[in-house]
Nanobody, 126 residues
Framework: QVQLVESGGGLVQPGGSLRLSCVTS????????IGWFRQAPGKEREWVSC??????????YYLDSVKGRFTISRDNVKNTVYLQMNSLKPEDTAVYTC?????????????????WGNGTLVTVSS
């Protein structure tokens, strides 16, 4: 069975950090780009980051509002994708979900939702 399981969410104060993990199973995850999207109450879903299968220069995408604060990485041996989140702000509060597929072509990112997880809650509050 295809599964993507997120972990690492929690409550953190503004300016703090969290690292989210997405462990995949049931499919050959190294053939897929994997991204993270988030959704806050009353807000539309927004795609936060993507890392492609190449994981090279130009192989990542970030939403403008998280650039310089979030870093996406992957370990294909462990079938795991990480999202390191630093300098967190209250507006980052949301349920974060990992999903596949995403690709980056000619500087543009393309997202699909072939598979996705159940999400992990990140709350940034004092």
């Amino acid at each position: 069975q295809v599964q993507l399981v997120e972990s690492g969410g929690g409550l953190v104060q503004p300016g703090g950090s969290l690292r989210l993990s997405c462990v995949t199973s049931g499919f050959t995850s190294d053939y897929y780009g994997i991204g993270w999207f988030r959704q806050a109450p009353g807000k539309e879903r927004e795609w936060v980051s993507c890392i492609t299968i190449s994981d090279g220069d130009g192989g990542t995408y970030y939403l403008d509002s998280v650039k310089g604060r979030f870093t996406i990485s992957r370990d294909n041996v462990k079938n795991t994708v990480y999202l390191q989140m630093n300098s967190l702000k209250p507006e980052d509060t949301a349920v974060y979900t990992c999903a596949t597929d995403c690709t980056i072509v000619d500087g543009k990112v393309y997202f699909t939702m072939d598979y996705w997880g159940n999400g992990t809650l990140v709350t940034v509050s004092s």
